[in-house]
């Protein structure tokens, strides 16, 4: 069959200019009035024939988009550009195909605030590597074997007992995926939850580069605000009645970047309401085990019967952060769907990461490791404390994570003081990226976990200093 | 500020419900005539209010797309679906999420020639373990840091090296990109590149998790015939023009799963067409160095100026699968691209992986290894070749690679002895999962680098009794 007449304003090509038009004009990135740009130069940026752009911006002209003035070239209508009201909680922002955090993170800089790690210094390195030739000799062919793409069976079926005595989850090694970290794992629940115009709970603040992965994805996000006394339920409830969203991604442990923690009575409520309304709770939680004093609630994971949680374990940051393993634990059928999804990301992490862990996580060198690294990271933190009273700067001091969350003093931006920072080689993830609605911008997060004592409480003075000059 | 007056028809929700129907109309899941589903069906289906969807409807009306009938509902117009003619070559298929290859090779069994991969006591294994532990001595903290995104300098480095002395590539580190093998590679590609109703060439037959992959990103995939003698170039000329695709998905060189290999001339030529249409070509290259005789034509990317081509080069396949490392060679501005989606996907491949491999790589012992992989696997090869050829059966020797492109007797279809094979604990792959057209039932593809030379034989000697008794 022929194709018939009328076809071409279907063509996909043609169809697809328009949208990136008009996609960039709602996003702002091309205001009310701007002169968009020649049709030579768009059709050099985005690789098509110069016809294909021209017929695009005709279209738009007709469509009452885009007006011509003056034949010098095409502008912007104001009609074409969508406000949305932000008091009403959608929220649209613009994904820049670049991705903020770590662009601060690429920075070399001497005081390393903006980087949720652990000093390699404080992490078992040399007692691993000599771990790790047993592994050899228990595998001679680990290099030349694939893993399952669920998973190797002799970690999960470990980590599931792990999981059952630690944190008393009821989990059968079948209901853990093996990812190759926790923004692996994020990435594929994305993409067999969401599409187009989904909405996602969110937690505000919030790791930016979840925001990212969700937004990818043509999401909308839906800000829930996250205090030191966790979330408020009713306003919770009234998102997940009116927005209907297909999941709410959470850290409520020790979260980044708050450092707050959500109390064990709301996790066993909000199981509930994720039930009601259908909601997945996507619990990320890679920092249940730094904590000082006593033990976090137990995860949300723990009180849910119905499946409507999935449980993101992504341990390895403060055993081994390069070998990247993250175990995901969620319910059929979802966990059908993830396995699905691993399989055409990657078709399973590489086996001999998955064996190393393994016999280190078993090992009892690893509770001794942890006891250790919770009081270094606790003198970490007592340092930026110490350097953050002095300068009357605010936060709340967190029972456990890797970062503090600082407001600070009226009149400092963020961006200004970030900006001056970067030329003195101190480095901080300014609030603004963390947040679903792009303000929070007398806020920054600190983490105290990469830079050493020394460098810590030098760089802190630095930047304090800093400050006082702004 | 208040939404402005106007605005309702480029609201993001609107335009998106009226993509979304016309996606599906064209695609063929909704036919010309067929009813739509009511505003209120659809409004639940995908989590829109009515009055959205009604809007929709509404401008799908006015656009001719879709007309009303009796008050009765909304049906399809036959002018709005793109009706592609099949001898063309245009293809529509469904995506189901399941990934019916990882399915087959799922199954335990005794005979194994469904997987292309190498029997793993052909691997340097030992020698391999023995090597690791010197990675350790040299980056004692190589399991506490995180790899660049883009991939370790070092590895980068020696393979940009390797690939201007051995391939003739000239390439710097900045223009490799290493992941996690060469599937995830495809799948960032394909997340750049492809969105909705955009065209691929595939060839026919292809690697059927490839197509998954596209078919993921709402592609849809146009077959090029490969044959003993490479592409009809005339044929490929006529679908660039007609179909604009945005790729090519190819690989040339003992190509999977026929073994063909694609001629030096045609290479040239296909590169200008590519230049001319503006149609990337994405050569998928894991099988250069297993070749039988003299070696194969250089890569496409050798013959590449204008930036045209994205070579994917996985040679852990035949060293240490298990590491799972891939390296990605394309210019600016596809790396940039391809950078942030890799970070997304999963902030890096492991350094460890990466740092291990290095050292092998750059090692004496890896062209020794070769050759001897070589030798044997040309031995696998002709074991399989003599029960094919005394069963009378019909293939296409090839000049590399590690499987057979085998066509069975008349009146024998392989679905059939595809269920019998595997109660007999034989598997092989049908060659319809390698169609994009879903065809070719009596084609098989039987791979013989994985079995060991007694299995092989006695494989195929049950095999091909069985068939017989079809």
Sequence with gaps: MKKVAGAEQSHPLFRQVYELVLNRMERGEWKAHDKLPSIRLLAEE?????????????????????YVKDKSGYYVSAESVCYEDVEEGAVVSSYLLSNSL????????KYQFSQ????????PNLYLSDYVKKVFDLYPKVMGTYSTVQGDDELRESLSRHFREH???????????????AQQAINLIAKIMLGPMDTVLVERPTFGVAMDIFRLEGARLIPVNITPSGYDLDEVEALMAKHKPRMFYMNPTHHNPTGYTVPA????????LAERYRCLLVEDDPFRDIYFGKKPPLPFFAYDTEGWVIYISSFSKYVAPGLRICAVACRFPFMERLITAKSLADNGTPLLNQKIFLHYYTSPRLQQHLGKLRIALQVHKEIMEEELLMAGWEWTAPKGGLNLWVKL??????????RKSIEHSISFVPGEICDPLGELKSWIRLSYSFANEVLLREGMQRLTALARTL
């Design 265 to 272: 009575w709301q996790r066993k409520l909000l199981v509930e």
């Design 167 to 181: 944190h008393r989850l009821q989990l059968s090694a079948e209901e853990l995926l093996i990812t190759s970290g």
């Design 409 to 418: 003093p009226d009149q400092l931006s963020a961006e200004a003081l970030f």
């Design 116 to 123: 949720a790690l652990i000093d390699p210094n404080l992490l």
């Design 46 to 66: 985005i690789k098509v024939h110069r016809l294909t752009v021209f017929k695009a911006y005709r279209r738009l002209t007709e469509d009452g988009k885009v």
């Design 102 to 109: 770590s662009d601060i993170q690429r920075n070399p800089v």
